[in-house]
């Protein structure tokens, strides 16, 4: 009798997938000291999508550890990643550039105009304007024209506690850490995963109470 070769499995919570085959190597990290039985795991179609459509597809880790003791009785599965996982399929479309910056450019306008109405908002219900005159006639002893150091340190400093706060801009960032967009987009999408696998949970175990 061959000794079992253990299969370490380390599915992922939500994989994008392309093509309509999808291999284990596509959603998950397979881990075994034989090579040979790795590369042969890997290989595995854990699932073929028959429509064409973008879809999001909530599937079990037992169904992937089922396959793989039927595509070798002797390996052991040792599944260290998610219980249940979500294939994400986007089918591959031929990108239209102008669409691309069509779209970046109206988000960069939005964002633009919502920032600024915004902050214009909140200095007016705080009389930010008030304030820097009073301030300016008490250290000056003249009136204020509206455009001074005060509005001019403001303004740039405003932007600099944008920039600062965001850690982000273009391409550069001040350091490793995530920005706070980058933050929130991945709450985003873990919220999105916990909803889906609980719905797909729930089917057909509903209560009907009409």
Request: glycine share 4%; aromatic share 10%.
């Amino acid at each position: 009798m061959s000794a079992q070769k253990t299969v370490y499995l380390n599915l992922r919570e939500m994989t994008e997938v392309p093509g309509q085959d999808i291999y284990l190597k596509d959603v998950a990290d397979v881990y075994c000291s034989d090579k040979t039985i790795e590369a042969k795991c890997r290989a595995l179609k854990v699932k073929t999508v028959r429509g064409k459509k973008e879809h999001r597809y909530v599937e079990s880790a037992l169904q992937v550890i089922e396959k793989l003791e039927k595509l070798d009785p002797s390996i052991q599965v040792d599944n260290v990643g998610s219980v249940e996982y979500i294939i994400d399929y986007h089918p591959q479309k031929v990108p239209s550039a102008l669409w691309q910056w069509t779209k970046t450019i109206f988000v960069c306008i939005v964002c633009f105009c919502g920032a600024g109405f915004a902050i214009m908002t909140f200095n007016n219900d705080v009389s930010v304007n008030s304030v820097f005159q009073e301030v300016y006639r008490l250290i000056t002893g003249q009136e204020s024209t509206g455009f001074t150091v005060l509005e001019v340190s403001y303004s740039v400093g405003l932007a600099l506690g944008i920039l600062l706060f965001f850690n982000h801009f273009a391409k550069w960032k001040l350091n490793t850490d995530p920005t706070p967009l980058e933050v929130e987009m991945r709450l985003y999408e873990e919220n999105i995963s916990k909803t889906l696998i609980q719905n797909d949970s729930r089917k057909e175990r509903e209560v009907d109470v009409s």
